[in-house]
Nanobody
Framework: QVQLVESGGGLVQAGGSLRLSCAAS????????MGWFRQAPGSEREFVAT????????YYADFVKGRFTISRDNIANTVYLQMNSLKPDDTAVYYC???????????????WGQGTQVTVSS
């Protein structure tokens, strides 16, 4: 069984930065995608970014392009989300997720973390 544990959330002022981490554990952990999603109060969960575990190809939602960067450390089984130029609209619970097979970058993820709160004050 795969476990994903996020960390790094917190309270930051608009324009500031945060770095989220997601540590994965489990036997033979080898996903195709490792991604980040977020869910704001009263809103549906939405795709933020993902990275292919093997090649390191990255994909982003339009609303974070140029501000957020996803990366991974295959040795440490950890994926990161560097978030810069944060806005109050970025306030949400951020979830790490893993997808076992190739396909849609934003759908049908198999494993999820518990989430970490990011709050951006104006």
């Amino acid at each position: 069984q795969v476990q994903l544990v996020e960390s790094g959330g917190g309270l930051v002022q608009a324009g500031g930065s945060l770095r989220l981490s997601c540590a994965a554990s489990g036997r033979s952990f080898s996903p195709y995608f490792m991604g980040w999603f977020r869910q704001a109060p009263g809103s549906e969960r939405e795709f933020v970014a993902t990275i292919t575990w093997s090649a390191g190809n990255t994909y982003y939602a339009d609303f974070v392009k140029g501000r957020f960067t996803i990366s991974r450390d295959n040795i440490a089984n950890t994926v990161y989300l560097q978030m810069n130029s944060l806005k109050p609209d970025d306030t949400a619970v951020y979830y790490c997720a893993a997808r076992r097979r190739a396909g849609s970058v934003s759908l049908n993820y198999d494993y999820w973390g518990q989430g970490t709160q990011v709050t951006v004050s104006s």
